[in-house]
């Protein structure tokens, strides 16, 4: 059953599991225009929204177009008056997700059969301030996780939106040539003592702590210092740290190739 919890006056946190992975998304309530965080996996997951979100005008925002982050709007029982991205993500929209949601509907359709893709129609490169009304929600690109991931700051509150672009026990890396520039954005964010809690869309969220902890992976990931892991990965990051190291290893390979 997804979860909708009130986090602080005027911001949410909406949670749902769908395969096994846990997906958390956000609401933050202005005073004249209220944002929605992701609409997860499934319709289902934010059918529960319209409570929260009442009948005040709001923005839609995708983190990135990962199919466990954007195809849930369907479920939305209002339209949104803009569904606000990064370019690359409208790109996904239109080249990547149609064939990806074809397969599985193929495959499950009584399981997906209702998701519906509804792509970005305001799109940023680096920046986009979203004002709500005595609340901004600024949007910057942090690629890496993707090329298409971005993370929302409330500077309000301090408190700041992750996406995959933070992830505890560790991130997903997709590629190993965009880890320098994903840890320089990062290691600005936390260089800021403005920043007091981080809300990722995975894994625990405390204070600025997973914040942090991605900052240290992913500097130990381009070998400048040792990895500080739990003692028990579950098979997911065992299997997802295995592939982030393999994907590093096999960058340096190619790099000795091309200077040999
Ligand atoms: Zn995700």
């Known amino acids: 059953m997804p979860e909708l919890r009130e986090l602080r006056t005027n911001f949410w946190l909406h949670e749902a599991t769908v395969s096994g992975i846990s997906v958390r998304g956000a609401v933050i309530i202005g005073e004249r225009f209220s944002a929605v965080w992701d609409s997860l996996s499934h319709p289902t997951d934010v059918a529960a929204l319209s409570d929260v979100l009442g009948e005040k005008p709001y923005y839609l925002v995708y983190s990135h177009a990962d199919w466990d982050h954007c195809w849930g709007t369907a479920g939305l029982a209002r339209q949104p008056l803009a569904v606000a991205a990064h370019f690359a993500c409208r790109r996904r929209f239109d080249q990547e997700l149609p064939e990806a949601l074809n397969r599985v509907q193929m495959a499950e359709p009584g399981q997906w059969g209702a998701v519906r893709l509804v792509p970005p129609n305001l799109m940023f490169n680096t920046a986009l301030t979203l004002d709500l009304g005595g609340l901004t929600l600024e949007l910057h690109h942090l690629p890496g996780h993707t090329e298409d991931s971005i993370v929302g700051w409330i500077p309000q509150w301090g408190i700041l939106l992750g996406g995959d672009a933070i992830e505890t026990p560790l991130p997903v890396v997709n590629s190993a040539s965009g880890i320098d520039d994903w840890l320089a954005r990062l290691e600005s964010w936390a260089a800021r003592p403005d920043v007091w809690q981080t809300v990722s869309s995975h894994g625990a969220y405390d204070g600025r702590e997973a914040l942090e902890r991605t900052v240290a992976y992913l500097r130990a990931l381009s070998g400048d210092r040792d990895f500080v892991l739990p003692p028990a990965l579950d098979s997911f990051y065992t299997e997802a740290h295995?592939?982030?190291?393999?994907?590093?290893?096999?960058?340096?390979?190619?790099?000795?190739?091309?200077?040999?």
């Open 242 to 260: 295995r592939k982030n190291l393999a994907l590093v290893a096999g960058e340096r390979d190619a790099d000795a190739a091309n200077t040999a």
